[in-house]
């Protein structure tokens, strides 16, 4: 499967952080000097506008909130693994993240696999030397 054209730029400083952490298959956040973790990254905090923040580590399961199978790629490069979904997952640290579900054998997922209020839990894929991309299995490991 060709990956270019749909992967992030691990070097922009808002970022940046959050995937060193994933190439050390580490799941991380920002959070803020009031305890608020915020998710996507940003320069303020949405709950108390705070602009200092760390970067934290995630426990790495969420629920699944909401989902979509896709049956079209959204993009050439994930043609092989229609249908896929991705989810809107609910974080206990209080965040959500939209996240591709794999199966457990890492191939993509299929309609109905997963359902909402399942729990799911992140994994780490290196597609490349830079870049290790966060994905999502069904279940606790
Ligand atoms: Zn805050």
């Known amino acids: ?15 940046a952080p959050f995937w060193a952490a ?9 959070r803020c000097v009031n305890g608020h973790f ?6 303020l905090c949405p709950d108390c506008l705070a602009p200092e923040a760390t970067w934290e580590p995630l426990r790495g ?6 989902l979509a199978v896709y049956h079209r790629a959204m993009h ?7 249908p896929y979904t991705v989810a809107m997952l609910e974080l206990p640290e209080g965040i959500r993240m939209l996240g591709t579900i794999e199966t457990s054998t890492g191939d993509a997922d299929r309609d109905g696999e ?9 994994t780490f894929d290196a597609v490349t030397d830079d870049v290790t991309l966060v994905r999502w299995r069904a279940g606790v490991e």
């Open 38 to 43: 915020r998710w996507t990254p940003s320069e």
């Open 1 to 15: 499967m060709s990956t270019t054209g749909y992967l992030p730029d691990v070097d922009d400083p808002l970022t």
């Open 61 to 66: 399961e969420a629920t699944v909130w909401s």
């Open 114 to 122: 997963v359902r909402i209020g399942d729990i799911v839990t992140a």
């Open 76 to 82: 050439p490069a994930f043609a092989g693994r229609v």
């Open 22 to 30: 994933a190439r050390e298959h580490r799941l991380v956040a920002q």
